[in-house]
T-cell receptor, first 110, second 114 residues
Framework: KQEVTQIPAALSVPEGENLVLNCSFT??????LQWFRQDPGKGLTSLLL?????REQTSGRLNASLDKSSGRSTLYIAASQPGDSATYLC?????????FGTGTRLTVIP | DAGITQSPRHKVTETGTPVTLRCHQT?????MYWYRQDPGHGLRLIHY???????DKGEVSDGYSVSRSKTEDFLLTLESATSSQTSVYFC?????????????FGPGTRLTVT
């Protein structure tokens, strides 16, 4: 069974800092990997999707990388802002399912 | 938001009562999913559907049933609710952009079983 781990569970940084969130998974046979953002009491917003054949994807200040062979992905956030405060979830796709990590709760301090 | 709505958004019910949650989508997606989110477990798949009347079990399907009689609606039923089913339930659809198959999520239903 696919296991997805996100470290750290919580992270607090001052505004303007660049930061990296980590995701690891146990089975490299994935279709894709998605990063989501979840605000308290809200649903999930898809941030980036990396197909299994890709190494990275970029959207604005966000850059996600994928290393299937080592079972790792990182989400890089440049020049963090207080509005980036949320929980970030990593999910890897099997044939008919997404396997989720438990998330990293990010707080950006003004 | 991929045109996904969930109803009700909040519900409190008593142990032993039946509960049905509804997911509605407006974009004719073939694949639909029900997940539950619990502290310390992340999101876990309950059931999914790959077409009208075509459904299959996920990781945590015990105590739940689903139905899909129309493309746009996917219903999740708790036949006899238990306190362990207190959770936040999310519906999702799978986009049609092969091979990426990006999933998009609804706003969630917070269910409390007392």
């Amino acid at each position: 069974k696919q296991e997805v781990t996100q470290i750290p569970a919580a992270l607090s940084v001052p505004e303007g800092e660049n930061l990296v969130l980590n995701c690891s998974f146990t089975d490299s046979a994935i279709y894709n990997l998605q990063w989501f953002r979840q605000d308290p009491g809200k649903g999930l917003t898809s941030l980036l999707l990396i197909q299994s054949s890709q190494r990275e994807q970029t959207s604005g200040r966000l850059n996600a990388s994928l290393d299937k062979s080592s079972g790792r992905s990182t989400l890089y956030i440049a020049a963090s802002q207080p509005g980036d405060s949320a929980t970030y979830l990593c999910a890897v796709s099997g044939a008919n399912n997404l396997f989720f990590g438990t998330g990293t709760r990010l707080t950006v301090i003004p | 938001d991929a045109g996904i709505t969930q109803s009700p958004r909040h519900k409190v019910t008593e142990t032993g009562t039946p509960v049905t949650l509804r997911c509605h989508q407006t974009e004719n997606h073939r694949y639909m999913y029900w997940y539950r989110q619990d502290p310390g477990h992340g999101l876990r798949l309950i059931h999914y559907s790959y077409g009208v009347k075509d459904t299959d079990k996920g990781e945590v399907s015990d105590g739940y049933s689903v139905s899909r009689s129309k493309t746009e609606d996917f219903l999740l039923t708790l036949e006899s609710a238990t306190s362990s089913q207190t959770s936040v339930y999310f519906c999702a659809i799978r986009g049609t952009g092969a091979p990426s198959y990006e999933q998009y999520f609804g706003p969630g239903t917070r269910l409390t079983v007392t």
